[in-house]
């Protein structure tokens, strides 16, 4: 059965850097596209970053785009997500996702960017 764990998360000041891990067990993420997502109090849960299973292809949602960057490391079996500038609203449950003919999800790191 596959999982995944991620971790990273925490309380960070405005302007500061946090970097999200997402660790794979159970399967190989080689074949599988990763995405980022995140929920907000009282939101849905939205997409803000995706990478190809080969990763030649990113996609960020415009609140995150310059800031944050998505990247890979399959030998390791990892994901990350570089979160760069963060604002208070940016606070949030962020997710992880490996996307193939199944479909994985992350129990989720809360991120609070708060001063």
């Known amino acids: 059965q596959g999982q995944l764990v991620e971790s990273g998360g925490g309380l960070v000041q405005p302007g500061g850097s946090l970097r999200l891990s997402c660790a794979a067990s159970?399967?190989?993420?080689?074949?599988?596209?990763m995405g980022w997502y995140r929920q907000a109090p009282g939101e849905e849960r939205k997409a803000i970053a995706y990478l190809s299973d080969r990763g030649d292809i990113t996609w960020y949602a415009e609140s995150v785009k310059g800031r944050f960057t998505i990247s890979r490391d399959n030998a390791k079996n990892l994901a990350f997500l570089q979160m760069d500038s963060l604002k208070p609203e940016d606070t949030a449950v962020y997710f992880c996702s490996a996307i193939h003919s199944e479909v994985y999800w992350g129990q989720g790191t809360l991120v609070t960017v708060s001063s």
């Open positions: 159970g399967f190989s993420i080689d074949m599988y596209s």
